[in-house]
Nanobody, 126 residues
Framework: QVQVMESGGGLVQAGGSLRLSCTVS????????VGWFRQNPGKKREGVSC????????VYQDSVKGRFTISRDNAKNTVYLDMNSLKPEDTATYFC???????????????????WGQGTQLTVSS
């Protein structure tokens, strides 16, 4: 049984930093890409950042480029999202998801991902 578990959300002031973690179990982790998505009530879920094999295979949403960094530790079956210079507009529920890596480059659209976590809330206060 595949399990995806996010952790690390919380309340932080604007300009602050936070790290989200996503641990995946029940599959060959190194063969799976992992993505971070976020969503606010009444809004569409959006891709934030995704990673395939390693840090050479990453994509970022334009609004987080230069502020967020995605990385993975295959020994721990974990993907991290390091978030710096946080803004109130980063406030959302953050979801982690996993998909089997396929040819054609990193994909960061939610319909490509099969396994999802329950989400973790990030609130950035102004």
């Amino acid at each position: 049984q595949v399990q995806v578990m996010e952790s690390g959300g919380g309340l932080v002031q604007a300009g602050g930093s936070l790290r989200l973690s996503c641990t995946v179990s029940g599959l060959e982790f190194e063969r799976y890409g992992v993505g971070w998505f976020r969503q606010n009530p009444g809004k569409k879920r959006e891709g934030v950042s995704c990673i395939d094999w390693n840090e050479k295979y990453t994509v970022y949403q334009d609004s987080v480029k230069g502020r967020f960094t995605i990385s993975r530790d295959n020994a721990k079956n974990t993907v991290y999202l390091d978030m710096n210079s946080l803004k109130p507009e980063d406030t959302a529920t953050y979801f982690c998801a996993a998909r089997r890596i396929t040819p054609g480059g990193v994909r960061c659209s939610d319909e490509s991902f099969r396994y999802w976590g329950q989400g973790t809330q990030l609130t950035v206060s102004s």
